[in-house]
């Protein structure tokens, strides 16, 4: 495996690190670089279309000219160019490849013990590249979301099926926090505080889930999570109401 001489965080805002030192880069080649990081490999006339969609070909061929030109003596070896292809240099390390391979790890893994699980990276809960508004960001950025919250899901989920409602309560947690409007993650978050032995946290989440569903839908919760907390929580039932 090559050295790893660059160090690119695209979990919160852009920064690239070497040596542990940040290096500024011009906002062009940022976006450059950030393109080869989450899609891959691309043709010259490919990453041009991509990073200025409404120039005519020429004109993003020629700002992706530009663009390459600025890369400075410290950063030219980021970007590496095979005729007419651009990747991103082996001996870069980009924090959403970690997170991609726990997601993967963690949705697709067959392990059967909790001791196989392992936490999510440090910047999980952090918008990939916030503040850029390109739409290739927004997709990969709302990609990215759904897929980290399907993996606290099922992390939170495997613990519970372990008889470990305790270590659930934080994925169950996270993963609401990463998709609030989720059903799927709210009933699982709400079967975590039952077999805490806690109603008033699932009274409360429910409530929670309910406000944001008719604020951001005008929907009530489906039929099938209200009777999920009448059963747990009989006493509750005066607060739940069916929609």
Do not use: C
């Not at 670089?33 to 691309?42: E, H, Q, R, S, T």
């Not at 759904?146 to 409602?165: E, K």
């Amino acid at each position: 495996m090559p050295e790893t001489v660059h160090e690119l965080r695209l979990m919160g805002p852009f920064r690239l690190l070497r040596g542990g030192s940040a290096l500024q880069l011009p906002y062009g080649v940022a976006r450059l670089v950030a393109a080869l990081a989450i899609i891959g490999a691309m043709s010259r006339s490919q990453a041009a279309g991509l990073l200025w969609p409404d120039r005519t070909e020429q004109q993003a061929l020629s700002n992706l000219r530009t663009t390459l030109s600025r890369l400075s003596r410290k950063t030219r070896d980021i970007v590496d160019s095979d005729g007419d292809v651009l990747s991103l240099s082996e001996g870069t390390g980009v924090d959403v490849e970690m997170l991609t391979r726990w997601i993967n790890d963690t949705i697709y893994g067959v392990g059967s013990s909790a001791g196989e699980l392992t936490g999510p990276p440090a910047d999980v809960d952090r918008p990939l590249l916030a503040g850029w508004s390109d739409d290739w960001v927004i997709d990969s950025r709302e990609r990215l979301r759904m897929l980290t919250a399907q993996a606290l899901q099922s992390a939170a989920a495997r613990l519970l099926s372990l008889g470990r409602p305790a270590e659930a309560l934080p994925y169950g947690l996270a993963a609401v926090q990463t998709e609030p409007w989720s059903e799927s993650a709210n009933r699982t978050l709400l079967e975590i505080h039952a077999r805490r032995g806690d109603p008033s946290s699932a009274l409360r989440q429910y409530e929670k889930f309910s406000r944001i569903l008719f604020r951001e839908l005008g929907v009530p919760p489906a039929q099938d999570i209200v009777a999920a907390i009448q059963q747990l929580y009989p006493f509750g039932t005066g607060r739940v109401k069916a929609g």
